[in-house]
């Protein structure tokens, strides 16, 4: 195949074992808060210092975590894959960029960026955000953590859909197939004649979508992938 594409798409299962709860799973973030109060506009609106406190929170966990093998062998498949490679991840979190990834599309917004409410500016985030920080552009006192909430538009959809209609192989790596846009890049994937492959440690929502599954842990899953794409 002259010049393959593969892309790939990674939700918090990959980050678990790196300590990162996940959203869904027994225990998960989403059993723990309500999404409507820190993962929606109306949320923020609503009482801005507790989405501050839920966001500073995972940042400070997402900081003292580590990249596992699952990160770099995506990394490792980045550097040394004779083709393209976009990896696209829902995570907010930076495991792939400490594992060696350079070029990571964060669809979901990323927790070591800030972003003012008024202007769309973007800046590096401090550890600690605080409600009514000010922009270092305009200067309204408008800064909210830099991710997606429920009822926003994710983002680099356009260079994610390019991606996915010229796409020979496509892997979704520790996402359970509840939201979308991202629940459905399998299905235009699959328009696109790609392969299809599934990682994870349960059936997805929408494993029936897909040509192949690789049941298991990240960890051991994805570098056996990634060693069989690189060998075969
Ligand atoms: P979920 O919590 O919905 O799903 C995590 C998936 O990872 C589950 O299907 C688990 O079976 C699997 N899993 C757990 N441990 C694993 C391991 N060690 N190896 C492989 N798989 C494992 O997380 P996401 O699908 O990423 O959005 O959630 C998608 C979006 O929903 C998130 O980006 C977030 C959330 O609400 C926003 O906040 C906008």
């Known amino acids: 195949m002259a010049h393959p594409s593969i892309v790939i798409l990674t939700g918090a299962g990959i980050s678990a074992e790196s300590g990162l709860g996940t959203f869904r799973d027994e225990g998960g973030l989403w059993a723990q ?23 500073n929170t995972r940042r400070a966990q997402a900081v003292e975590a580590t990249e596992n093998a699952a990160h770099r062998a995506l990394a490792r498949l980045q550097a040394d894959f004779d083709g393209d490679v976009l990896l696209v ?23 070591n960026s800030a972003l003012c409410g008024a202007c769309d500016h973007r800046w590096p985030a ?32 356009d260079r994610i859909e390019a991606a996915l209609s010229q796409a020979d192989i496509f ?32 059936p997805s929502m ?7 599954t690789r049941p298991g842990k990240a960890s051991q899953t994805v570098p056996e992938w990634v060693e069989s794409i690189l060998n075969g």
């Open 89 to 111: 991840t829902q995570n907010v979190d930076s495991l792939h960029e400490k594992a060696g990834s350079t070029d990571v599309v964060h669809m979901h917004g990323a927790l």
């Open 33 to 55: 808060h309500r999404i409507e109060d820190v993962a929606t506009p109306e949320g923020f609106a609503r009482d801005p210092q507790l989405v501050m406190d839920f966001y």
């Open 171 to 202: 892997a979704a790596i520790g996402t359970s197939g509840n939201v979308y846009p991202a629940a459905g890049f399998v299905q235009l994937a699959t328009y696109a004649g790609a392969k299809t492959v599934e990682m994870n440690l349960d």
């Open 126 to 157: 401090p550890l600690q955000m605080q409600v009514g920080d000010a922009c270092p552009a305009c200067g309204a006192p408008s800064a909210r953590p830099d991710i997606v909430w429920f009822g926003e538009m994710p983002y680099h959809m």
């Open 206 to 212: 929408t494993v029936n979508l897909f040509e192949e």
